[in-house]
């Protein structure tokens, strides 16, 4: 079992700046990506970003350039560094942790973390 605790949402100006945490707990044998992802009412959860346990990172073009992914080992913590922040970029955010399992793969998620970028 892993349990994910994201931490640094808040409210924001358009231009500003957030660093989101995810602190996951329990193990992590078999975890091969961790990604973050955000979802606005009445829309689909969409990938912001995401890294494998290799290191490779993938962004959404919508954040490129703007986000940075990144993880401490040592802390089993995830990092969302958001720059020049958008009103579009208002969702709540979520960590999510995915985990190889015979046939397939699973899915861990954080409780999720409210951005709101607005002046």
């Known amino acids: 079992q892993v349990q994910l605790v994201e931490s640094g949402g808040g409210l924001v100006q358009p231009g500003g700046s957030l660093r989101l945490s995810c602190a996951a707990s329990?193990?992590?044998?078999?975890?091969?990506?961790m990604g973050w992802y955000r979802q606005e009412p009445g829309k689909q959860r969409e990938l912001v970003a995401g890294i494998t346990s290799g290191g490779s990172t993938n962004y959404a073009d919508s954040v490129k350039g703007r986000f940075t992914i990144s993880r401490d080992v040592a802390k089993n913590t995830l990092y969302l560094q958001m720059n020049s922040l958008k009103p579009e970029d208002t969702a709540v955010y979520y960590c999510?942790?995915?985990?190889?399992?015979?046939?397939?793969?699973?899915?861990?998620w954080g409780q999720g973390t409210q951005v709101t970028v607005s002046s």
């Open positions: 999510n942790h995915r985990k190889a399992i015979l046939g397939g793969s699973y899915d861990y």
């Open positions: 329990g193990s992590s044998f078999s975890i091969y990506h």
